[in-house]
């Protein structure tokens, strides 16, 4: 079976966001309703609609292959579910994500691998990776380094499944809470239909922003004390 090249992925992302925008277009024409409108239907249906969690984690899973944005969904989910429920959506939708970009540039191998370390943040942690792939990915999710790039380098290399989801699933819990209270700070966006600014919850706003100073220091802590492009320890 003839494998697909990364120019036909990125073609895969530029058909399905015309798509998106054709639907919403007609949307707009055929109910002549606002585009506040739609969103507040679209809230509606995500959560009171049984199927609702379902298909927001479905959309986090597909998400690598349209380039939309983790850290937007992540606000959201903490918006439509709360921290807690929205945690849970967010772990499970955002490692069947990074699975998904893990699998197809392991499919794809050695040119996704090469384009991946061309970002400069990940020159030179092939080796590191593979020496030690749960301690390394732990510590790029804690420093913030481009999360679908990570996934990628970490597929096209061969990486272990069970320590690259592991040390996600734990690396990336800093940056989805403060994402997820962000969100779950968001008052009724249905305001925004009449004109005014939803209210914000100061609590989860400080708790935050709390969060995303702590994140901040300990990732500057982690680059003082590792070398990401070193090789691994002997």
């Known amino acids: 079976m003839r494998r697909p090249s990364p120019r036909a992925l990125r073609w895969v992302?530029?058909?399905?966001?015309?798509?998106?925008?054709?639907?919403?277009?007609?949307?707009?024409?055929?109910?002549?309703?606002?585009?506040?409108?739609l969103l507040a239907s679209l809230v509606t249906f995500l959560v009171e609609h049984p199927y609702g969690p379902v298909l927001f984690v479905l959309a986090y899973?597909?998400?690598?292959?349209?380039?939309f944005s983790a850290a937007a969904l992540t606000?959201?989910?903490?918006?439509?579910?709360?921290?807690?429920?929205?945690?849970l959506v967010v772990v499970l939708g955002a490692n069947g994500?990074?699975?998904?970009?893990?699998?197809?540039?392991?499919?794809?191998?050695?040119?996704?691998?090469?384009?991946?370390?061309?970002?400069?943040?990940?020159?030179?942690?092939?080796?590191?990776?593979?020496?030690?792939?749960?301690?390394?990915?732990?510590?790029?999710?804690?420093v913030f380094a481009p999360y679908d790039a990570v996934n990628y380098l970490a597929g096209a290399l061969r990486l272990r499944p069970a320590p690259f989801v592991l040390a996600t699933a734990l690396g990336?819990?800093?940056?989805?809470l403060t994402f997820l209270l962000f969100g779950a700070s968001i008052g009724d966006l249905s305001a925004l239909t009449e004109g005014r600014w939803p209210s914000l919850d100061p609590r989860s706003l400080i708790a935050s922003a709390a969060l995303f100073v702590a994140s901040l220091v300990v990732s500057r802590a982690l680059r003082r004390r590792t070398t990401l492009g070193a090789d691994a320890p002997r």
């Open 13 to 37: 992302a530029v058909v399905s966001w015309a798509s998106l925008l054709v639907v919403y277009a007609a949307a707009v024409a055929t109910t002549g309703r606002t585009p506040l409108d």
């Open 97 to 142: 994500g990074a699975l998904l970009a893990y699998g197809l540039a392991r499919w794809l191998g050695a040119e996704v691998a090469g384009r991946a370390l061309g970002h400069p943040r990940l020159q030179g942690v092939a080796g590191r990776l593979r020496a030690r792939t749960f301690e390394t990915i732990l510590t790029l999710r804690f």
């Open 172 to 176: 990336s819990l800093p940056g989805t």
């Open 61 to 67: 899973v597909l998400r690598p292959l349209v380039a």
């Open 75 to 87: 606000v959201g989910a903490g918006h439509l579910y709360g921290p807690w429920w929205g945690l």
